[in-house]
């Protein structure tokens, strides 16, 4: 990624067309996580399954968590069938072709099939999501053409991640007391399906692919170098990047990254004891409202100082510029 001289960007640069594909990914990538998480206890719950069953079936989110473990395979792996959209879109696609089906597999399962049975299909899903993330986070990186762009996707796949998750929890709520839990997640299923479209408007990363296919030219997987270097390889990288971070080198974006959680864990715990009373210990009424209102105030508390600085800041440089 080549340098460049920082820019300012404008609103009109929010709409391109790679940054709304990127929105859309985000989306994409968002959806899915708290269907297998908090939404998925909710209807549990609502159900009447009990609390000893709700929490072996939490367990399915450590795909989440585990992914670093195949996630370099899918820098050598040709998905059969999705290679004329490339290595990264293929993935995308697939994975998102998997979600959708393990969302309706769920809603067609529900519990009257049986927790097993629902049980197996949210841990596809959570496979599949976790895949997927792998999968777009590696196209946002290889798309971008500078830092500045890079900022720009990233960004853009925040917001969209951040929409979804208050999609899939909180608007989901309503539309399951109206329609039922199993439409719900249908209907979301076909959400999770039409986000192919954004799949399809991307552009397959060049630098990615020339980059792949000199790996595999040197190195096939199937060699002894090959799969040393696919599964190996990318945690040497990971830890030569972040042994500088860890020895003191660590700076501002990581430093306001915990600050922002440590804000929202602190906004989240106040509020739900406090709430918890108020609201007679309905959980699905106290997370939906502590959760929402924690990400919010949290953000104003940390973003307003900046945006407030930066605002002097232009001032100042158009008065000396004057």
């Known amino acids: 990624m080549t340098a460049s001289p920082r820019r300012r960007y404008r609103f009109r640069d929010y709409l ?70 490339g290595q990264r879109r293929g993935w995308i696609a697939l994975m998102q072709i998997l979600v959708a089906a393990g969302l309706v597999a769920m809603a067609l399962s529900g519990t009257a099939h049986g927790l097993a049975q629902l049980g197996v299909c949210a841990l596809a899903v959570a496979f ?12 946002r990186i290889e798309t971008a053409k500078d830092k500045d762009e890079l900022g720009l996707l990233t960004s853009a796949y ?22 039922g839990w199993n439409q719900a997640y249908m209907a979301y299923g076909a959400v999770m399906a039409a986000l192919l479209i954004a799949t399809f408007f991307a552009a397959e990363p060049v630098r990615g692919e020339q980059v792949l296919a000199e790996k595999q030219k040197d190195a096939p997987l199937w060699t002894p170098r090959g799969l040393s270097d696919a599964v190996i390889g990318p945690f040497i990288a990971f830890f030569r990047a972040v042994m500088p971070a860890l020895a003191g080198t660590v700076r501002m974006p990581y430093l306001r990254f915990l600050a922002y959680n440590a804000a929202g864990g602190i906004v989240w715990g106040v509020g739900f004891v406090l709430l918890g009373y108020l609201a007679g210990n309905s959980y699905q009424r106290v997370v939906k409202t502590v959760g929402t209102t924690a990400t919010i105030v949290a953000v104003v508390l940390l973003l307003l100082p900046v945006v407030i600085w930066r605002i002097r800041r232009h001032w100042r440089h158009d008065e000396s510029s004057d």
Do not use: C
């Open 16 to 85: 391109a067309p790679k940054v709304l594909v990127m929105l859309a990914l985000g989306f994409s990538s968002g959806l899915p996580f708290v269907l297998v998480g908090n939404t998925f206890a909710y209807w549990l719950r609502d159900e009447h399954t009990s609390l000893a069953a709700i929490g072996f079936l939490s367990w399915v989110g450590l795909a989440y968590s585990l992914k670093f473990v195949w996630a370099p395979l899918l820098d050598r792996l040709r998905i059969p069938g999705f290679g004329h959209l």
């Open 128 to 139: 599949s999501s976790a895949t997927q993330d792998t999968a777009i986070d590696a196209w």
């Open 158 to 179: 925040t917001f969209g991640y951040r929409t979804a998750l208050l999609v899939s929890e909180a608007v989901i709520l309503p539309i399951a007391q109206r329609i």
